[in-house]
Nanobody
Framework: QVQLVESGGGLVPAGGSLRLSCAPS????????MGWFRQAPGKEREFVSA???????YYADSVKGRFTISRDNAQNTVYLQMNSLKPEDTAVYYC?????????????????WGQGTQVTVSS
């Protein structure tokens, strides 16, 4: 059974940083795209960033220049470094494994999801 274990969320002041990690277990996804989404209370889940196995990368406009996605295929792990955090970044962040090698920004393109980790940025 595939499980995605996320870690690294927490409470930080505005301007602070956090690093999220996601390590799938039960299967290796070295060639699948991997992504991060987030969902704030009362809002739909939104795309944050995604990375292909060749390290092609997409970012949502709202996080460009502040967030950095990376992956370690040998460790089957994806990371999201979040800097210059803003209160509007507050959300539950979800890691996801893509259904194919192709990067997509839509939730429907992802086959496996983590349970989410809370990120709260105080003003």
């Amino acid at each position: 059974q595939v499980q995605l274990v996320e870690s690294g969320g927490g409470l930080v002041p505005a301007g602070g940083s956090l690093r999220l990690s996601c390590a799938p277990s039960g299967r290796t996804f070295s060639r699948n795209s991997m992504g991060w989404f987030r969902q704030a209370p009362g809002k739909e889940r939104e795309f944050v960033s995604a990375i292909s196995w060749t390290s092609s990368i997409y970012y949502a406009d709202s996080v460009k220049g502040r967030f950095t996605i990376s992956r370690d295929n040998a460790q089957n792990t994806v990371y999201l470094q979040m800097n210059s955090l803003k209160p509007e970044d507050t959300a539950v962040y979800y890691c996801a494994v893509g259904s194919t090698v192709i990067i997509t920004t839509t939730p429907g393109g992802y086959a496996y999801w983590g349970q989410g980790t809370q990120v709260t940025v105080s003003s």
